[in-house]
């Protein structure tokens, strides 16, 4: 054999003991593991940690494209630093003089590499099964532009440490230099510009700002716009509806959505858990965009469903939906589906909208059934309660005087 029979993932040097993962799997490794085998097209992720626990977790990207020829199935090799603690870029040579020291392909292809998916006779093989469809799901959107453009290199290399320029800590007294001095250099990553403090055009004044503090479409459009060269496919899996070499429209946002959360899931970086709810924040406070761009926002939240299903995957209680840590989401759901209703009765627009409320609906039952979330309007502020000698008094709530912005938190006009 003097090329392993399908795609394949060398990793030269790799200790043993040390967490490993790829996409939603994780193993710890052996001496005798040298890689991972039988891989699908598409898009992976492959992470590596010294400890299981929740320290520095480091990991690239890679593509494996449709070979050429079904005998000409691709290989990729990567090798250990052990003065980085990761896995750093190797030639194709010196991964082919490392395979020969160690007997050959058909020696290491039989003995040394595990397959990406078990048999799916086992429990775990079943598990791991519907992880990969998974990972599928969770990844329609990613292109490599986007990967490059987030990873800012052609590496694809992101660490727990990355982080955007907007989420950086500055801390008093120190210059950059001399934080990077004592944490390590912060490799920066490619956020998508989503400033929620300024969400209208520049030079606008009076109601069209106003107009752009309540309804973030504008920035939304723009945002969209800026990027869209971005969105052009280089890999060879073409998202659905795309027109040949552009994609369609919110696909680049759509993409980031995906490769953040999932390096949140991975890596457990904050950055991108900012940067994720940064655009759960700007999609859905978009009111005219709903009118203008129905397709786009059925896929969101499909894809919003999807990610939610894999939260509890998060270590460290990153994506803790609680009432507390949840919160801010359940507002935001809470606030669209009102948005739905009046879009859908101003336009007379069900049956343009109906793809959106049947995602819509999916994610509120889904959350109803998994944190009990009442996304309606339909609940009691105030009735008549009889206390225990018969007396009749009026009560009133005002616990969600928060999420119906009334009361303290009703929106108010100042002059400036």
Not at 246 to 268: I, N
């Amino acid at each position: 054999m003097s090329t392993p029979p399908t795609s394949t993932l060398v990793l030269l040097n790799l200790p043993s003991s040390i967490l490993c993962g790829i996409n939603l799997l994780t193993f710890t490794t052996t001496p005798t593991f040298l890689g991972i085998k039988n891989l699908p097209t598409g898009f992976h992720f492959l992470f590596t940690s010294p400890s299981a626990s929740l320290s520095l977790r480091d990991g690239f990207w890679f593509h494996i494209p449709i070979p050429p020829t079904p005998d000409a199935p691709p290989t990729i090799f990567r090798r250990w630093s052990p003065e980085d603690e990761r896995l750093i870029p190797c030639t194709e040579p010196e991964g082919e003089e490392f395979i020969k020291a160690k007997g050959g392909w058909k020696e290491v292809y039989e003995k040394n590499l595990t397959p990406y998916r078990q048999t799916a006779g086992s429990e775990n093989g079943a598990a791991e099964e519907d992880k990969e469809d998974a990972w599928t799901g969770i990844t329609n959107h990613i292109t490599s532009s986007i990967l490059t453009r987030f990873a800012k290199s052609e590496e694809w290399n992101i660490s727990s440490a990355s982080s955007g320029v907007q989420d950086r800590d500055e801390i008093p007294g120190l210059s950059r230099e001399e934080v990077r001095d004592v944490i390590g250099e912060e490799k920066e990553l490619g956020m998508l510009g989503i400033d929620l403090k300024k969400t209208w055009r520049e030079g606008a004044v009076g109601r069209e700002r106003t107009e752009g503090a309540r309804d973030r479409s504008w920035l939304l459009q723009d945002i969209c716009a800026s990027h869209q060269l971005e969105a052009q496919e280089v890999g060879t899996i073409a998202v659905k509806g795309a027109v040949e070499g552009q994609g369609r429209w919110g696909d680049v946002v759509l993409g980031q959505m995906e490769v953040c959360f999932l390096m949140v899931l991975t890596l457990a970086n904050y950055s991108c858990l900012e940067e994720w709810k940064r655009i759960l924040v700007l999609v859905l406070t978009s009111e005219k965009a709903v009118w203008e761009k129905p397709e786009f926002f059925a896929d969101f939240l499909q894809l919003l469903k999807q990610q939610l299903e894999r939260t509890g995957d998060v270590e460290g209680g990153l994506f803790d939906m609680s009432d507390d840590g949840g919160a801010f989401l359940k507002v935001l759901l809470k606030r669209f589906k009102r948005t739905l209703g009046q879009v859908a009765e101003s336009k007379n627009g069900e049956d343009m909208l109906e793809d959106v409320k049947e995602e819509f609906e999916n994610v509120e039952k889904w959350v109803k059934d998994q944190y009990k979330w009442e996304l309606s309007d339909d609940y009691m502020r105030r009735g008549m309660l009889e206390l225990e000698d018969g007396e009749m008094v009026e009560m009133e709530t005002g616990e969600m005087a928060g999420e119906d912005e009334s009361g303290e938190y009703a929106p108010v006009v100042v002059e400036l």
